[in-house]
C-alpha cells in the first residue's frame, strides 16, 4: 500500500530552527510538495522537489532523497504565525496525490 | 481576485438528506478536486477531474458524485448522506494533473 509518514506533533522555540521529516513509500513518485495548513484554514503551498536536493525559498528549505523515499522541511528563525500543520504530499505514478496527516508544528515564544 | 470558492461554509444536515456543496474557480484551471479532512488522517481524494466533461473516483468515492458542466464549476453531491460523511470538505484546483493544488476554504459538514 501507499503511505506517507511524519511526525504528529513537534514543539519550537520562537527564532529557532526546527526540521520536520517526512518519509514515504508510494507506487511510483513523480514529485513531492509540502503544504502549509493554519487551524481552521485551507492548505497553502509551500515547495515542491521532484529532483533529489535542496530547495530554498526565504526561510523555508525542503530537501528530497528519492533513493531513501525521504524529504524534509526547515523552517529557521521561527515566527509565532508558524504555527500551523505542516503537510507532505507525494504525486504518484497515475498523478494522484497520497498525503500524510500532517505535523502539528507549535511555537513557543 | 477570488481564486477557488466554496458554498457552504458550514452546514448540518440530518441522515438521508442530500446535499450538493459548491465550488467555483475564476483561474480557468483544468483541474479540479474534492478532498475530505479528517482529524488524524491524511486528505483523501473522492472525486477529481482533469478536464471540463471529464471525472474520475478517487480513493473514497462511494456515497458521493460530481459533475463538470464547464471549467469553472465542480459541484459534490451527497446523494443522502450518512453520519460518517462528517467532515471538512475542500475543493482544489489546478493548472494540469501536475502543478501545484489551490484550495477553497473548506466547507464543514455536519451529518447528524
Known amino acids: 500500500g501507499q503511505n506517507i509518514d511524519q511526525p504528529t506533533e513537534m514543539t519550537a522555540t520562537e527564532g529557532a530552527i526546527v526540521q520536520i521529516n517526512c518519509t514515504y513509500q508510494?507506487?511510483?513518485?513523480?514529485?513531492l510538495f509540502w503544504y502549509q495548513q493554519h487551524a481552521g484554514e485551507a492548505p497553502t503551498f509551500l515547495s515542491y522537489?521532484?529532483l533529489d536536493g535542496l530547495e530554498e525559498k526565504g526561510r523555508f528549505s525542503s530537501f528530497l532523497s528519492r533513493s531513501k523515499g525521504y524529504s524534509y522541511l526547515l523552517l529557521k528563525e521561527l515566527q509565532m504565525k508558524d504555527s500551523a500543520s505542516y503537510l507532505c504530499?507525494?504525486?504518484?505514478?497515475?498523478?494522484?496525490?497520497?498525503w500524510g496527516a500532517g505535523t502539528k508544528l507549535i511555537i513557543k515564544p | 481576485t477570488a481564486g477557488i470558492t466554496q458554498a457552504p461554509t458550514s452546514q448540518i444536515l440530518a441522515a438521508g438528506r442530500s446535499m450538493t456543496l459548491r465550488c467555483t474557480q475564476d483561474?480557468?484551471?483544468?483541474?479540479m478536486y474534492w478532498y475530505r479532512q479528517d482529524l488524524g488522517l491524511g486528505l483523501r481524494l473522492i472525486h477529481y477531474?482533469?478536464?471540463?466533461?471529464?471525472?474520475g473516483k478517487g480513493e473514497v468515492p462511494d456515497g458521493y458524485s460530481v459533475s463538470r458542466a464547464n471549467t469553472d464549476d465542480f459541484p459534490l453531491t451527497l446523494a443522502s448522506a450518512v453520519p460518517s460523511q462528517t467532515s471538512v470538505y475542500f475543493c482544489?484546483?489546478?493548472?494540469?494533473?501536475?502543478?501545484?493544488?489551490?484550495f477553497g476554504e473548506g466547507s464543514r459538514l455536519t451529518v447528524l
Open positions: 482544489a484546483s489546478s493548472p494540469s494533473n501536475t502543478g501545484e493544488l489551490f
Open positions: 483561474m480557468r484551471h483544468n483541474a
Open positions: 477531474s482533469n478536464t471540463a466533461g471529464t471525472t
Open positions: 508510494t507506487s511510483g513518485f513523480n514529485g
Open positions: 522537489n521532484v
Open positions: 504530499a507525494v504525486r504518484d505514478s497515475n498523478y494522484q496525490l497520497i
